[in-house]
């Protein structure tokens, strides 16, 4: 049997599905066959509100059952003359001990549909599958919500860092796409102009916090440090600068890695999907742990038996020559195949 690699990071062209599920019951408001954008919604459940609890101590002017609205007057009276206002709209769930318990009105959870594309599949009261054609890229680490936008390259080379003074006003709503983030200035004017996402490289451990509570969404392709973008993923991204663009720093739907998708267009089949393959001799892959994190290399052997590794244990992998031409054994777990 040939030995597989991990699950591609990034491909050029791919067939992705993304299932949209609600986290509790409601309806599903499209049909298989629709074709869907990414900001329709797919899904709608309705969730019940918040149960507040209001200490009155005062002579009570509401009953159980009532409605009421926000700045209603709960109970007044006592040693200082002193209404107690309702600090929301709900209804009165109870009265217990001085305390009234008002239930928030329902709010209605919205799902949408994430990526551009077709629904193949419908999950009854809970949500859809969506399937879209596009440029995938799958991250290390991320932080963020789900956001949409124009993607921006603002680096010349994978190694090069993105610097507050790339970030403006014009870039307003855009996925920005740099080769390291290690200055906090950054992420400030991120948030100040409300980008839509970052992409980068590698990040500075010292960041991470501030991303995790800075509003765009940030996507990290290699890991903590000062580790250049992978450089196919750089020119991919290069050549799909001004594309509209996807992308999630924490997926919530199926527990995956971050991800960006750059989706084509619903009707272009003019390019086969990506699928996934084993490895073999001559194709290119990625190493994902040190000490070769980042590097880019071709496979040049296939070992039958397990090898040994640089601290002493036996699995199987395969023999890599890297860019600057050293030839090093890497387990297969540590390998990830570039389309």
């Given at each position: 049997m040939m030995p597989i690699a991990r699950e591609t990071r990034f491909a050029p062209r791919a067939q992705i599905v993304r299932r949209r599920l609600l986290p509790v019951p409601g309806r599903v408001c499209v049909h298989v066959g629709d074709r869907v954008h990414p900001r329709d919604v797919v899904a709608e459940a309705e969730v019940a509100g918040v149960l507040r609890v209001v200490d009155v101590a005062r002579a009570i002017r509401v009953a159980p059952g009532a409605s009421v609205t926000r700045g209603t007057a709960l109970a007044s009276g006592g040693l200082i003359p002193r209404r107690v206002y309702a600090p929301c709209a709900g209804t009165i769930q109870g009265i217990e001990e001085g305390c009234v318990f008002i239930r928030e009105e329902p709010r209605t959870l919205s799902l949408?549909?994430?990526?551009?594309?077709?629904?193949?599949?419908?999950?009854?009261?809970?949500?859809?599958?969506?399937?879209?054609?596009?440029?995938?890229?799958?991250?290390?680490w991320g932080s963020g919500g789900e956001h949409e936008g124009w993607l921006v390259v603002a680096a010349?080379?994978?190694?090069?860092?993105?610097?507050?003074?790339?970030?403006?006003?014009?870039?307003?709503?855009a996925i920005l796409v740099g080769g390291m983030l290690d200055d906090p200035r950054t992420l400030c004017r991120a948030s100040q102009f409300r980008l839509s996402g970052i992409v980068v490289g590698s990040l500075h451990p010292r960041l991470r916090e501030a991303c995790e509570q800075s509003w765009p969404a940030v996507i990290v392709t290699e890991g903590m440090g000062s580790i250049p973008m992978a450089e196919p993923l750089f020119d991919l991204l290069r050549s799909l600068h001004g594309s509209a663009a996807v992308l999630s720093g924490a997926p919530a739907d199926n527990g995956g890695p971050p991800e960006l998708i750059v989706p084509f267009s619903l009707d272009d089949e003019a390019a086969p999907m990506v699928a996934p393959r084993p490895l073999a001799v001559g194709v290119r892959v990625r190493l994902t742990r040190e000490p070769y994190l980042g590097a880019v290399g071709q496979i040049v052997g296939l070992p039958e038996s397990p090898q040994q590794t640089a601290i002493g244990t036996q699995t199987e992998g395969a023999q890599v020559r890297l860019s600057d031409g050293r030839k090093v054994f890497v387990p297969l777990g540590n390998l990830e195949l570039i389309e």
């Open positions: 949408t549909a994430y990526v551009p594309g077709e629904v193949v599949e419908t999950y009854p009261h809970r949500g859809v599958a969506i399937q879209a054609t596009g440029a995938l890229i799958r991250g290390a010349q080379s994978p190694a090069d860092a993105l610097s507050w003074e790339r970030v403006s006003l014009r870039h307003r709503g």
